[in-house]
């Protein structure tokens, strides 16, 4: 995280509040290009000038792949904190400037930490500003560009899944090496495993000494300390659980387990099958009396808060069958009483009857998808058109060492090192474009389709498994206190728009107040 010194405005007296400046970009080549971070500051600095708004702080973060969270925008949101208790604060207005949407939310938690802010955000390069008092239309469509970008990382993290899985079922291990082996690159240029020379053959010896069935893991784990085997990352002695999962693994016989299925590995193998299977024989062994019952999955766990203490609401199976859910009264003894499964999947079907669009308002924001889609189209297209520069770039440079290694002035092991190293970051930059180039097109049918499942919500409540009732509703709701046989859920954005706009219209409705339905609710 970086905090750059803020530029001093005067502020319209008439106008009271203070600014605090957010930018991101998502890897430090980015930075180093000078196209992101400069941009951004340059632009919301001009903004806030602009409208004489004081910018109090500013806020960077550089994410890279090797560091993973947002140091700045947990600052940011501790400095709003602070800020909003302190005494001098009175009704001020707190303000966020920001680029756009996707330079702020990486998450839907994100997005509801800043709304429980109470902020107000200017999103400068979409001209949107955000507050309590922004029209119902302008939170819907926020709301639904922060799902789409959700749904696009969520479909990018599920590309990569499904590479690694590939990877897997060629059977080559598709992440970082186990302890007692390393990465490596193979002669093929493939990221493989092989035998860490030093740390290898003290693994191999765990496996010697606990299949004689002398040693208990105790044991074992003190021999390990004694031989100077350590973790890779902390460099301090493995405690008895990790030599226990080393134990279990099948890798160092040659197999390896991904993703629930068992693929057989092209890496060297440190110890015999028969020998791995001698150590399970005397782990079953030894635990066959301390299974533990596996815990059932009912379908609102961990989703429903008590109302009277906040603990969360526990299920329970009562005489072989019958799911009660209660409060666990960890902070005190709590009066709320057991509670039917069936109870609170009536309640939650009737919240979620709430979402069903009126087919005016379906058409109308069908229309305004359409229009965003123009933006979110243009924002692909730069993108693509930047990495395809990069992926030109890579290609002369391979072109240019090829005209080198003909010449002489290379030889052919360097040759074929730096080309496959580029030809593999050119695969990485297609992918990315590939996925630019299936989100442009796919972006107003999901905005579609989130729509629709809002309001055929309550139909697939009812039918589905309790993980996916679970996951489900995880995405509608973000709050569910029961309380006194009651369920008071708060809709996550844009969904909570639906309820109120839904309301409104009814009540205008019924009073004969409107003629045209949902179009002038959300026309704007």
């Known amino acids: 995280m970086e905090r750059h010194g803020s530029p001093v405005h005067k502020a319209d007296p008439a106008q009271q509040g203070i600014a605090v400046i957010y930018a991101r970009v998502s890897s430090k080549e980015q930075e180093k290009e000078g196209f992101s971070i400069p941009a951004q500051l340059k632009l919301l600095r001009g903004h806030a000038a602009e409208h004489r708004l004081t910018v109090v702080e500013e806020f960077v973060d550089v994410e890279t792949a090797k560091r993973s969270g947002r140091p700045g925008f947990t600052a940011m949101v501790e400095f709003f904190k602070r800020y909003a208790k302190a005494k001098t604060s009175g009704r001020m207005r707190r303000i966020l400037l920001v680029e756009k949407t996707d330079r702020l939310y990486r998450n839907l938690k994100d997005w ?67 302890l007692g082996y390393r990465n490596i690159v193979g002669p093929n240029g493939r990221k493989t495993i092989e035998p860490d020379p030093d740390v290898a053959p003290m693994v191999a010896r765990l496996f010697e000494w606990y299949a004689t069935g002398h040693y208990a893991l105790e044991d074992i784990t003190a021999m390990a300390q004694t031989a100077g085997l350590v973790s890779r990352r902390s460099k301090s002695p493995l405690p008895r659980g990790t030599i226990h999962k080393i134990l279990r693994n099948r890798i160092y016989m040659g197999d390896f387990e991904w993703k629930g299925r068992i693929h057989r590995g092209v890496h060297i193998p440190l110890i015999t099958r028969e020998l791995w299977e001698g150590v399970q024989k005397v782990l079953d062994h030894c635990f066959a009396k301390r299974h533990r019952k596996v815990e059932h999955d009912f379908a609102f766990s961990r989703l ?60 109308w924001v069908t229309e305004a998808l359409r229009q965003s889609h123009e933006d979110e189209r243009r924002f692909h297209e730069e993108a693509m058109t930047r990495l395809q520069a990069e992926y030109t770039r890579l290609q002369n440079r391979i072109e240019a060492i090829y005209l080198d290694k003909l010449d002489g002035r290379v030889d052919t092991v360097f040759f074929d090192l730096k080309a496959a190293a580029w030809r593999a970051e050119q695969g990485l930059l297609m992918r990315a474009i590939e996925n630019h180039q299936a989100a442009d097109q796919t972006y107003l049918e999901e905005g579609i389709r989130l729509l629709e499942l809002g309001r055929r919500a309550h139909e697939l409540f009812q039918k589905q498994e309790p993980r996916e009732k679970r996951r489900l509703l995880d995405f509608v709701l973000s709050n569910c206190p029961w309380k006194d046989g009651e369920l008071q859920a708060t809709f996550r954005q844009p969904f909570d728009s639906i309820i109120e706009s839904t309301k409104a219209y009814a009540h205008k409705k019924a009073a004969g107040a409107v003629s045209n339905g949902f179009f002038e609710n959300w026309r704007g």
């Open 112 to 178: 509801v930490t800043l709304d429980d802010l109470d902020l107000e955000i200017h999103l400068v390069k979409e001209n949107v500003v955000l507050g309590r008092d922004s029209r119902s239309s302008e939170k819907f469509m926020h709301g639904i560009k922060v799902l789409m970008a959700k749904n696009y990382i969520d479909n990018l993290s599920e590309e990569a899944s499904k590479g690694m899985l590939e990877k897997a079922e060629q059977g080559f291990w598709p992440s970082s090496a186990p």
């Open 304 to 363: 429903i808060a008590c109302g009277h203490c906040g603990c969360s609401l526990v299920g329970e199976i009562k005489k072989g069958r019958y799911i009660y859910y209660h409060c666990t009264g960890f902070r005190r003894k709590c009066p709320e009483p057991y509670t039917r499964e069936e109870v609170l999947e009536e309640r939650f079907t009737k919240l979620l009857k709430g979402l069903v669009l009126d087919d005016e308002v379906m058409a």
